[in-house]
């Protein structure tokens, strides 16, 4: 379990060195004024290394973790914690200018 927090920190790193390759890849796929022969000779020369395994290039494997806890579920984009830490941290004075609602 505590172990996930650093495989998604590799699965992180490896996709944001190939997302500029990954893009080019699918806009020149989805280009229809390039001719098939043109496609090749570019996609040939943009290759993504064969021993790296797909599953790590996934954006889908990606996963939000909070950055203290190492919990999955009920993070806070803006922040990237958990919504438990997040009001631990504003009922201690960490965090200012946050107000309990109610409705």
């Known amino acids: 379990m505590k172990f996930k927090h650093i495989i998604n920190k590799k699965y992180r790193a490896i996709y944001n060195i190939y997302e500029i390759k990954i893009n080019i890849i699918k806009s020149i796929m989805n280009n229809q004024k390039i001719c098939y022969i043109d496609k090749y000779i570019i ?38 914690i958990s ?17 309990k609602s109610s409705w």
Do not use: D, W
């Open 83 to 99: 919504r438990i830490t997040l009001r631990e941290l504003v009922s201690n004075g960490f965090i200012a200018n946050f107000l």
């Open 43 to 80: 996609l040939r020369n943009l290759k993504i290394k064969s021993n790296l395994k797909q599953k790590y290039i996934l954006k889908t494997k990606i996963r939000n973790r909070c950055i203290i806890t190492n919990r999955s579920k009920g993070i806070v984009n803006l922040l990237r």
